[in-house]
């Protein structure tokens, strides 16, 4: 069974820019959530999708945004890139059916570099 | 809120030396528990899960990790540790009102010396 994908691998953008990212889950996943990794901030939950809805979201400004399409694939968006915005993006898949047992499996991430 | 800690930010082993690595969460609710690897230029991995039943949990590569619900831990071990088991450890947790939250441990870096 094929792993997480996200796309693209790497980015560079200017502040101001914005920017799309995607993910595609494990097959017959359904729910997909996405992370922020920084250096200094760690591992910070940005939101889940589940059945293209958001089910659940974490402590971020409103530049942030993501939506899930029918087929459970995701996009993440950010508008107006900051300097701080640099990091790598993880997306996450899991069944998104056994409530809060559930496990997550991380894609590879997209570096995200803003100048 | 609820949050993670890890015990070191760095620790530093022998090939052969034996491994524990702290984690401790704060809430008070029924969790899940997990522990995360990150190789050098590697995605995510997990290592290993506790649910629910024997707190003593096995993973892949031999590692294990123990539940002490009265002290709200969940360590890491491995008796033997091998140079390629360098990489960065990442405690989660997930509680029964996290929904698909998982709160993260800000991480534990090993590096063993061959």
């Known amino acids: 069974k094929a792993g997480v994908t996200q796309t693209p691998r790497y980015l560079i953008k200017t502040r101001g820019q914005q920017v799309t990212l995607s993910c595609s889950p494990i097959?017959?996943?359904?729910?997909v959530s996405w992370y922020q990794q920084t250096p200094g901030q760690g591992l910070q939950f940005l939101f889940e999708?589940?059945?293209?809805?958001?089910?659940n979201k974490g402590n971020f400004p409103g530049r942030f945004s993501g939506r899930q399409f029918s087929n459970s694939r995701s996009e993440m968006n950010v508008s107006t890139l900051e300097l701080g915005d640099s990091a790598l993006y993880l997306c996450a898949s899991s069944s998104g059916t056994e409530g809060y047992q559930e496990t997550q499996y991380f894609g590879p991430g997209t570096r995200l570099l803003v100048l | 809120a609820q949050s993670v800690s890890q015990h070191n930010h760095h620790v530093i082993l022998s090939e052969a030396a034996s491994l524990e690595l702290g984690c401790n969460y704060s809430?008070?609710?029924?969790?899940?528990l997990f522990w995360y690897v990150q190789y050098p230029g590697q995605h995510l991995q997990l290592l290993l899960k506790?649910?629910?039943?024997?707190?003593l949990v096995k993973g892949i590569k031999g590692f294990e990790a123990e539940f002490i619900k009265s002290k709200f831990s969940f360590n890491l071990r491995k008796p033997s540790v091998q140079w390629s088991d360098t990489a960065e450890y990442f405690c989660a947790v997930n509680g029964d009102n996290y929904g698909q939250n998982f709160v993260f441990g800000p991480g534990t870096r090993l590096s063993v010396l061959p």
């Open positions: 999708y589940f059945s293209e809805t958001q089910r």
């Open positions: 506790y649910f629910s039943g024997d707190p």
């Open positions: 809430y008070g609710g029924t969790v899940n």
């Open positions: 097959s017959g996943h359904r729910s």
